[in-house]
């Protein structure tokens, strides 16, 4: 036996229509008008996981920088952007320290399931590269993905992005509200020779 009902606006009065067995609905071309719930995030990594810690990843013994979960909202870290400067950077360097690292940076992050690895051994700047699976990709021959007068240094640079959002749709890694969650870059070699490195975190925060 079928149940009868009916769909309407409490406040108009107003009824949804049926055709062909079939509501009709079409997009409404204003926004909803509920409380905003989500806010852009972007910070750079740090040695401390805040704002206030220092993003210069040229350092000279082992440090760690991330981003920490966020205390009143599930924070979500849809892509990385890298910058890794020194004058006459190759693809087969780590900048241009004259070779790959010995032990190499780590990537990864912190959740339920204890340490997730991205990556353990980013050793040179193709590694972290295609890590990032060559995104952006641009130029060709011995210039290719490599950036020129690059800030801060104006020099040679390469800048790749990791798009969380391809490898863990839609929105990418959660770090939930109030836990210990973060996302770590770790520098497992003296490479305070470098022109210079940080790296920036891009998402948004939501509040339960």
Known sequence: MALEALIADPASGEQAAVQDSSVLAALNPSPPLIPQKTRI?????????????????????????????????????????????????TLDDFGNLGGPLANGCQFFYESQAGQV????????????????????????????????????????AYAPVMDFTKIMPPYGVKLDMGTNQRLVFGIRDNIAAMGAMNAIAYGFDRVR
């Open 41 to 89: 995030f972007r910070q750079y990594l740090t040695d401390d996981g805040t704002t206030g810690g220092s993003e210069d990843m040229t350092v000279a013994v082992d440090t760690d920088f991330w981003v920490a979960a966020a205390d009143d909202a599930d924070r979500y870290i849809a892509a990385v952007s890298f910058l890794i400067e020194d004058a006459g950077a």
């Open 117 to 156: 690895i991205i990556h353990e051994a980013l050793t040179t700047n193709f590694s972290v590269i295609r890590m990032c699976m060559l995104n952006p990709s641009f130029g060709d021959a011995a210039t290719a993905l490599r950036l020129s007068s690059a800030p801060p240094g104006a020099t040679d």
